[in-house]
T-cell receptor
Framework: EDQVTQSPEALRLQEGESSSLNCSYT??????LFWYRQDPGKGPEFLFTLYSAGEEKEKERLKATLTKKESFLHITAPKPEDSATYLC????????????FGKGTTLSVSS | DAGITQSPRHKVTETGTPVTLRCHQTENHRYMYWYRQDPGHGLRLIHYSYGVKDTDKGEVSDGYSVSRSKTEDFLLTLESATSSQTSVYFC????????????FGSGTRLTVV
């Protein structure tokens, strides 16, 4: 069964304190791994897609990496506006375009 | 979100009544999806569409039906609402395989009392 597990469930950081979020996955044939950001009361907002092990993508203070079993979302020198829930999802080769989501990591950054 | 609109944004309905949620897109994307989001479960796929009149079931499709008569509209119907269907419902669109991530709507918060 295809599965996505995110850790930790919640993370509290001080402004400027860098850290990483983890997304481990089990899928029979990975087509792509996706990261989303979700603010309270809003729909998820697309951040990155990673397609193969070793691939990295960056956007401002965020950097996503991918291995054969997991992905990391590195947050460098976070600011309070980075506070949100970060969702990881995988797309399996045999599942068409459907995405399987993890439960998310809720990040809180205090000043 | 630009290009995708969900209606209504909030709805309270009684157990046993039918409910239809609407998703409208202006991006001419082929694929459309309905997800529900619940605490402790994350986002779970209900149904999706890969073209006009072409739909398929997702992980949690029991109690739900969908229709897509036009490229731009994807309707989700709860034939007889139950309290277990209280949730936040999100519609999403995508261009297709290898075309990047989904674009999500702002969601519909449905409460069944």
């Amino acid at each position: 069964e295809d599965q996505v597990t995110q850790s930790p469930e919640a993370l509290r950081l001080q402004e400027g304190e860098s850290s990483s979020l983890n997304c481990s996955y089990t899928v029979s044939g990975l087509r792509g791994l996706f990261w989303y950001r979700q603010d309270p009361g809003k729909g998820p907002e697309f951040l990155f897609t990673l397609y193969s092990a070793g691939e990295e993508k960056e956007k401002e203070r965020l950097k996503a990496t991918l291995t054969k079993k997991e992905s990391f979302l590195h947050i460098t020198a976070p600011k309070p506006e980075d506070s949100a829930t970060y969702l990881c999802a995988v797309q399996a080769r045999q599942a068409g375009t459907a995405l399987i989501f993890g439960k998310g990591t809720t990040l809180s950054v205090s000043s | 979100d630009a290009g995708i609109t969900q209606s209504p944004r909030h709805k309270v309905t009684e157990t046993g009544t039918p409910v239809t949620l609407r998703c409208h897109q202006t991006e001419n994307h082929r694929y459309m999806y309905w997800y529900r989001q619940d605490p402790g479960h994350g986002l779970r796929l209900i149904h999706y569409s890969y073209g006009v009149k072409d739909t398929d079931k997702g992980e949690v499709s029991d109690g739900y039906s969908v229709s897509r008569s036009k490229t731009e509209d994807f309707l989700l119907t709860l034939e007889s609402a139950t309290s277990s269907q209280t949730s936040v419902y999100f519609c999403a669109i995508s261009e297709g395989l290898g075309q990047g991530g989904y674009t999500f709507g702002s969601g519909t918060r449905l409460t069944v009392v």
